[in-house]
């Protein structure tokens, strides 16, 4: 049984940062791209960034660019998500996703698992 499991998420003053960890079991990490995504209140769910299955490609939403960081160790089948610089448009609860392509897309279609979401408020 595929788990991701979200951490990290909280209460944030804009300017601050965050880390997001996602911890996937059941699954051969390794093969798999990692995506995060978010949906705030009354929206679609959207791409923040996107990992390879090695780590040596990486992509990111035009909003989070240059602020958020995504990262993974295979050898403790973790993904992570360095939030830094936040500003109250970045709150909403953030999912991480497998992709078993391992590419890593901005599509949530393409994501076969996902775990439950991380609340990420930012005040202002």
């Known amino acids: 049984q595929v788990q991701l499991v979200e951490s990290g998420g909280g209460l944030v003053q804009a300017g601050g940062s965050l880390r997001l960890s996602c911890a996937a079991s059941?699954?051969?990490?390794?093969?798999?791209?990692l995506g995060w995504f978010r949906q705030a209140p009354e929206k679609e769910r959207e791409f923040v960034a996107a990992i390879n299955r090695s780590g040596g490609n990486r992509y990111y939403a035009a909003s989070v660019n240059g602020r958020f960081s995504i990262s993974r160790d295979n050898a403790k089948n973790m993904v992570y998500l360095q939030l830094n610089n936040l500003k109250p448009e970045d709150t909403a609860v953030y999912y991480c996703?497998?992709?078993?392509?391992?590419?890593?897309?901005?599509?949530?279609?393409?994501?076969?698992?996902w775990g439950q979401g991380a609340q990420v408020t930012v005040s202002s």
């Open positions: 996703a497998a992709d078993q392509m391992g590419y890593g897309t901005r599509s949530p279609n393409d994501y076969e698992y």
């Open positions: 059941g699954l051969t990490f390794s093969w798999y791209a």
